[in-house]
């Protein structure tokens, strides 16, 4: 059995990413861990925003513990998604990490000063980049206590 410190709840994971190929990544990594949890992907800040609203195809969607969150988005950009949860009484406690490939000391700033919980520049190398992610579910998913809903 599969136990953390929220309970040995699934953990429901918004994992918002463009890139087909490092969110097919990241479900992989994440669906081999030692942590049970649920992983929802959409690909763009407006699909996430509609998510978390419960909007459309979407209307069952379960209320995310965590959010991995790309910066680098089309349609809506990641720190305008976050700048919203955040903003939101009903979403602000749900942790974020901002997973992106931008090292920039602006977007790291700004993503701070929009209350993300952490963020993680993506690594380049594949090992290096699987690694990152074994980080994060270690971290937030038997470290960390997450709020309840």
């Not at 963020?119 to 074994?134: C, G, H, N, S």
């Amino acid at each position: 059995m599969n136990l953390s410190m929220n309970g040995g709840w699934p953990i429901e994971i918004l994992l918002v990413e463009d890139n087909s190929d490092e969110a097919q990544l990241t479900m992989d990594v994440l669906r081999e861990g030692r942590i049970r949890n649920q992983i929802h992907w959409v690909e763009d800040g407006e699909e996430a925003m509609a998510f978390l609203r419960r909007q459309g195809r979407y209307a069952a969607a379960p209320r995310p513990d965590l959010i991995l969150l790309d910066l680098k988005l089309p349609r809506m950009g990641g720190q305008e998604v976050l700048a919203e949860i955040k903003q939101s009484p009903l979403w602000k406690r749900i942790p974020v990490v901002i997973m992106t490939s931008s090292d920039d000391e602006k977007d790291i700033l700004t993503a701070y000063d929009r209350h993300a919980n952490c963020y993680v520049t993506k690594p380049i190398d594949l090992d290096k980049f699987m690694e990152a992610v074994r980080g994060i579910e270690e971290f937030w998913m038997t470290v960390v206590r997450l709020p309840a809903a």
